[in-house]
């Protein structure tokens, strides 16, 4: 069950995308773990904290968000993906998770997060 002011794990590799996000998220009344820009920080920020939920960029400079989006999943935490490309490869084990494409909006990211339980009726 979320907490009153639910904790989202952001990965994002652009510096500026990355504090747009948290400051988007802390307008949603979240409280922000990261930003995280590689798989490895992501990780270890996970090694010591659970989230509520994660913002995951797919892709992350030559690699792909996959080991955190398992890492996620395996502690039952839902998360949406975000990318600026218009046609992305999903991995098929994470179809579900809802799709934000870059830009992303404040408008976004609350139908995000009200899609996977996080806030109600979008913020």
């Not at 510096?15 to 798989?39: F, N, R, T, W, Y």
């Not at 960029?57 to 600026?84: C, K, M, Q, Y």
Request: glycine fraction near 8%; aromatic fraction near 4%.
């Amino acid at each position: 069950m979320p907490r009153s002011r639910p904790t989202v794990l952001v990965v994002e590799d652009d510096a500026i995308i990355a504090l747009d996000m948290k400051s988007m998220l802390e307008q949603c009344g979240c409280v922000v773990m990261g930003p995280a820009s590689s798989i490895e920080r992501a990780l270890t920020l996970l090694e010591s904290e659970t989230p509520d939920a994660g913002v995951l960029d797919i892709n992350l400079r030559e690699e792909r968000i996959w080991p955190v989006a398992r890492a996620l999943h395996e502690r039952g935490t839902p998360f949406v993906l975000a990318s600026g490309y218009s046609r992305v490869e999903v991995d098929p084990a994470f179809q579900s998770a809802p799709l934000l494409s870059k830009p992303v909006l404040i408008s976004d990211i609350r139908r995000g997060l009200a899609r996977i339980g996080i806030l109600k009726d979008g913020g």
